[in-house]
């Protein structure tokens, strides 16, 4: 919300000079590794909550409340915008994603657009209209498909060569309309290794007002959009699934996040559709 990119260089922790020298004591889960704090990026003109990497060159890509669209190297000592788009989007951009090849950008946010960026120069590619806020976007393994999901809990399926939706699968249990409040959905994608399914994660919502739900990530057939058994991710009303990260190994490392005290990280084994690990230390 200060408008900025914050960047910390990863430094390995101090040897001990002699034996008796006290080593601070290690929080659990910390690895003893220092971060400097270098110079942000700054300049943006809201919110920043939109941030991808280019799969293979030093280049970020970050979008902000007001619509404005950036892309800086950031291995430099200090920040350099590479090209830059002040309105990309009407309003919020919440979601960017990259081709696999690093050559295309996507984006989308508040004013139900998809849109395709050249990622060496911010030149318009190409849009493709969706009506609703949208929230995630994921990329298909053959990069053949693009998946989106928006506010009402609806997977739109994109075809990459013609840039036009070829199908909606909605997911109907992460949206409710709560006395005239809609609460819910889907906070992010991600397709399985082969493309034939895209988890999709947020969400059950019991009520408006205050959201205590529960997490959920159900699995989306791409063939013809029916909904599989839901990934147990807590027990409790923890919120929403906001992020998923995946280890080469196939482990998934989830991030959840609801009211204040709520929340936790969970990380998944390879192939288990149930927790090996919670961890709920580090609440909202």
């Known amino acids: 919300l200060d408008s900025r990119v914050k960047r910390w260089r990863l430094i390995d922790p101090p040897a001990a000079s002699s034996t008796d ?3 601070p004591k290690a929080k659990k889960g910390d690895s003893g590794h220092l971060l400097e704090e270098m110079s942000a990026w700054e300049g943006f003109t809201g919110w920043v909550q939109a ?3 280019h799969p293979t060159e030093g280049l970020a890509t970050a979008g902000d409340s007001f619509g404005s669209l950036r892309c800086a190297d950031v291995r430099t000592e200090k920040p350099a915008d590479r090209w830059s788009v002040a309105a990309a989007h009407d309003g919020w951009i919440r979601a960017l994603a990259h081709s696999h090849d690093g050559s295309h950008l996507f984006s989308g946010g508040r004013d139900g657009v998809l849109r395709r960026w050249d990622s ?3 030149k318009p590619l ?6 609703q806020d949208l929230y995630a976007i994921a990329v298909s393994p053959d990069g053949t498909r693009i998946a989106v999901a928006d506010a009402l809990s609806k997977v739109h399926l994109i075809d990459a060569a013609t840039f036009t939706r070829c199908s909606t699968f909605p997911v109907d249990e992460m949206f409710i309309l709560s006395r005239m409040q809609e609460v819910g959905g889907i906070r992010a994608l991600h397709f399985n290794k082969d493309g034939t399914r ?6 059950k919502p019991a009520s408006g007002g ?4 529960s997490p959920r990530i159900i699995p989306i057939s791409v063939a013809d959009g029916s ?3 839901g990934w147990k991710v807590s027990t409790g009303k923890d919120g929403f699934v906001l992020d998923m990260q995946t280890h080469p190994s196939g482990a998934h490392l989830i991030a959840v996040s609801g009211q204040p005290g709520t929340g936790r990280l969970v990380l998944f084994s390879p192939d288990k559709t149930e927790p090996s690990h919670s961890d709920t230390t580090p609440p909202n």
């Open 21 to 23: 020298q006290e080593k």
């Open 51 to 53: 941030f991808a990497m």
């Open 120 to 122: 060496n120069n911010g």
């Open 126 to 131: 190409g849009e493709c209209r969706l009506e």
């Open 198 to 203: 895209i988890l999709a994660m947020g969400c």
């Open 210 to 213: 205050f959201v205590e739900a």
């Open 227 to 229: 909904l599989g058994e």
